[in-house]
């Protein structure tokens, strides 16, 4: 993801600020300092390898197979977004000031209803449970309540119990279908 190449400074995000320059400083549950910012088309060889970092199992759930590699399409397609109907934010961890990229979220709108989006996680193996997810959750959301989006969905696994948890954690009214080994959960952003 790129993000050894942030300039570390403190940002708040405000109303006005242009989701493609989103940037905010934050900490994990352990006390672990990160950041979290827009992703771009440059971040593309990163995104590259950690996925090929990712467990198998982190992989097929995100995928719904084993995947390996990224195409060059699907580079392309997850790091020049448009920012308005595809947003993507990452998350890295702070290290003798540079930042190694450990979770990536994003969203896109649904076309038939664009107060609906699908969403999607991928946190590193080793950071799992440290309450990336929830944080990743958390500023997709300021993002996209900000952009007329109130209700995220996701589908995955049904035995996938951290995305669940991450889901339920957000103390936000919560639903859940689910049919042939997959559920999806739909979350309101506009009611706590």
């Known amino acids: 993801m790129g993000f050894g190449e942030t300039e570390l400074v403190t ?3 405000e ?4 989701v493609k320059d989103y940037f ?12 979290l910012r827009a992703i771009r088309p440059t971040d593309k060889q990163a995104l590259q390898t950690a996925l090929q970092n990712l467990g198998s199992d982190s992989r097929y759930s995100r995928f719904f197979y ?3 590699k990224l195409t060059d399409r699907e580079l392309k397609f997850y790091t020049e977004l448009d920012f308005e109907r595809h947003v993507a934010i990452g998350v890295g961890l702070i290290e003798d000031d540079e930042s190694l990229p450990i979770g990536i979220a994003r969203y896109i709108v649904d076309d038939a209803d664009p107060t609906r989006a ?5 946190v590193a193996d080793e950071f799992q449970s440290l309450g990336v997810g929830s944080l990743l959750l958390k500023h997709l959301s300021l993002l996209a309540v900000k952009s007329g989006v109130g209700k ?4 995955t696994f049904a035995e996938n119990e951290k995305m669940i948890r991450v889901f339920a954690r957000s103390n936000r009214p919560m639903s859940c279908e689910t049919a042939d080994g997959m559920i999806t959960v739909t979350i309101d952003l506009l009611t706590n």
């Open 11 to 13: 940002t708040r995000p």
């Open 15 to 18: 109303v006005t600020m242009d």
């Open 24 to 35: 905010v400083e934050s900490t994990l549950r352990d006390g672990s300092p990160v950041i």
């Open 66 to 68: 084993p995947k390996r």
């Open 118 to 122: 699908e969403v999607a996680f991928t």
């Open 152 to 155: 995220f969905a996701a589908t």
